[in-house]
């Protein structure tokens, strides 16, 4: 089982995580997928300590939802995301209804390595993407928006079909000519507001964009 812990890097210890900034970061994390378990850490008069562990139903989503969410800002606040170690004393690991250790190690490593791929989350929805007039709008604003950072070879933003599960629904893929342009992109997107959604970004791996391995 992989447990993701993150934290919330404040100016000030006093200045605790405010319950809808918690709200906010689990849907920041459902972006990724569904989870199996959220759990804000309080004292015993119900305040925030600062930190929370989530766990994914699909293990394999915890190193994508690390990298797109490690560092990133959220109000005056920056996130700390990475998987909550097995040895860690100082805090309770447990998530209600888990198992007792949790295994891991540090993977803070923003958004992961570079490549011409960039992955955009929590831009858009089912919803949006089944209306073929919004599927046509949201490609050109993406295009449009992502042109401002270097050349985009290719789109690719998976839709749902009927009942059957595709993989990738609700992620964005663009295509840049290089990676630092790939890059400036991402420094520039991410955070981004996107139809009242802050935008998630993350690095995607070439081949599996190319197979459509979403």
């Known amino acids: 089982m992989m447990t993701l812990q993150f934290r919330v890097h404040t100016s000030s210890l ?3 995580i405010r319950p809808e900034q918690a709200e906010r970061v689990k849907e920041l994390l459902c972006s990724f997928g569904p989870l199996k378990a959220f759990s ?5 008069q119900g305040n925030s300590k600062g930190y929370a562990f989530a766990e994914y139903l699909d293990p394999t989503l915890t190193d994508q939802a690390i990298a797109g969410l490690n560092g990133m800002q959220l109000g005056d606040k920056q996130l700390v995301v990475q998987l909550a170690c097995a040895n860690q ?5 447990h998530l209600p209804n888990s198992a007792s250790a949790i295994a891991g ?3 803070s490593q923003g958004a992961g390595r570079a490549t011409e791929i960039l992955c955009l989350m929590n831009m858009v929805t089912e919803d949006e993407l089944r209306s073929d007039e919004d599927y046509e709008e949201i490609l050109e604003d993406v295009r449009e928006e992502c042109s401002k950072y270097g050349i985009v070879r290719s789109l690719e933003i998976p839709r749902p079909y009927d009942e059957h599960p595709v993989p990738g629904v609700g992620k964005v893929f663009v295509e840049f000519a290089s990676t630092s342009d790939c890059q400036r992109a991402q420094a520039a997107l991410t ?3 996107f139809a009242n959604r802050t935008v998630v970004t993350s690095y995607y791996d070439v081949d599996k964009y190319h197979n459509r391995q979403f």
């Open 40 to 44: 804000l850490n309080v004292d015993s």
């Open 89 to 93: 004393t100082r805090h309770n690991t």
């Open 14 to 16: 006093t200045r605790p």
């Open 105 to 107: 190690i540090d993977l």
């Open 191 to 193: 955070g981004r507001k």
